[in-house]
Every structure is written in structure tokens, then in C-alpha cells.
Nanobody, 125 residues
Framework: QVQLVESGGGLVQAGGSLRLSCAAS????????MAWFRQAPGKERAFVAV????????LYADSVKGRFTISRDNAKNTVDLQMNSLKPEDTAVYYC??????????????????WGQGTQVTVSS
């Protein structure tokens, strides 16, 4: 069974930075695109960023473009999200996700079949 474990969340002031990490197991990691989603209180889970299985291509939500960077290390089975210039509206639980199918890149919730437990990011103003 695929396991995804996020770490790195916390409390930061606006303008600050955080780096989230997700460790995957029981998954042929290098075959799957990986993504980060987030869910703010009272809102639906939303796409943040995705990275191709090879790491050669990335996509971002408009709201984080230029501030967040997704990266992966296929040797370590990890995917990271570097978050800079954080804003209070970035406050949410952040989830790591693995695509349902290999060799496919997607940006919607239904494209992803394995999820981590989430890590809280709180940005104070």
C-alpha cells in the first residue's frame, strides 16, 4: 500500500518561507507524477503544484506561481515544495499526492489516488 508522509509545516510570518517534504514508500516513485494540494478552512481542496515523473516539467496554480517551487528526488523517493513570500491566504493543510496512473500528469483531485495525511501551514499577518 502506498504511503505518503508529509513534513515541514508550521507557523511563519507573512513574507517568510517554509519547505515541505513528502516521503513515498511502496511506490515505483519514478513512474508517477506527484503533486501538492491544499485545503483552507471552509474551502475545497485545491491544486497547488505538480511535477512530472522525470522531474522535467512542472505546473503551478496561478496563486502560487513565482513564489512556490516543486521539486523531486527520485533516488530518495521524495517530493518537496519550497514556499517563499508566504501570504496569510496560503494558510491551509497541505497534502502530497501521487497520480493514479504512471506516466500521466494531472492537476485535478480525481487524477490522484494516494494522499498523505497533510501538514498544517499557518501564515500570520
Amino acid at each position: 500500500q502506498v504511503q505518503l508522509v508529509e513534513s515541514g509545516g508550521g507557523l511563519v510570518q507573512a513574507g517568510g518561507s517554509l519547505r515541505l517534504s513528502c516521503a513515498a514508500s511502496a511506490l515505483t516513485f519514478s513512474m508517477y507524477s506527484m503533486a501538492w494540494f491544499r485545503q483552507a478552512p471552509g474551502k475545497e481542496r485545491a491544486f497547488v503544484a505538480v511535477i512530472r515523473w522525470s522531474g522535467g516539467s512542472t505546473l503551478y496554480a496561478d496563486s502560487v506561481k513565482g513564489r512556490f517551487t516543486i521539486s523531486r528526488d527520485n533516488a530518495k523517493n521524495t517530493v518537496d515544495l519550497q514556499m517563499n513570500s508566504l501570504k496569510p491566504e496560503d494558510t491551509a493543510v497541505y497534502y502530497c499526492a501521487a497520480n493514479r496512473r504512471p506516466w500521466v500528469i494531472g492537476t485535478t483531485i480525481r487524477d490522484f489516488g494516494s494522499w498523505g495525511q497533510g501538514t498544517q501551514v499557518t501564515v500570520s499577518s
